[in-house]
């Protein structure tokens, strides 16, 4: 077994504070991509609304990654990759593998 070190590389990151997804908007925009197309609404109950400003009764924000939809939480963080891409990491993993520069 071999060890390996992440390589230092600079991320932009927000932090996702629910229901309030404004700043997610927000921060998809500045690289001038559209929140629409990256941010899904999903949903526990199949008769809720699907329009994505409501963020009440059951339905939780994902966000589409390479590796498909994945749900976000309170706390997680949204990070935008060095491709371009966006993922969700959950807090602490956030707090352990990364440090403000």
């Given at each position: 077994?071999a060890?390996?070190?992440?390589?230092?590389?600079?991320?932009?990151?927000v932090?996702y504070?629910?229901?309030?997804?404004s700043n997610?908007?927000?921060?998809?925009?500045?690289?001038g991509?559209?929140?629409?197309?990256?941010?899904v609404?999903?949903f526990?109950d199949?008769?809720?609304?699907r329009?994505?400003?409501?963020m009440?009764g059951t339905?939780?924000l994902?966000?589409?990654t390479?590796e498909?939809?994945?749900?976000i939480?309170?706390?997680d963080?949204?990070i935008?990759?060095?491709?371009?891409?966006?993922?969700?990491?959950?807090?602490?993993?956030?707090?352990?593998?990364?440090e403000?520069?």
């Open positions: 077994m060890q390996y070190r992440k390589k230092p590389v600079v991320i932009e990151a932090q504070t629910a229901p309030i997804y997610i908007r927000d921060f998809i925009e500045t690289f991509d559209n929140p629409n197309e990256v941010l609404k999903v526990d199949p008769n809720e609304n329009n994505i400003s409501n009440s339905s939780h994902a966000i589409k390479l498909g939809n994945m749900k939480t309170h706390g963080w949204i935008r990759g060095v491709k371009g891409e966006y993922y969700p990491c959950k807090h602490d993993i956030f707090l352990a593998t990364y403000a520069v």
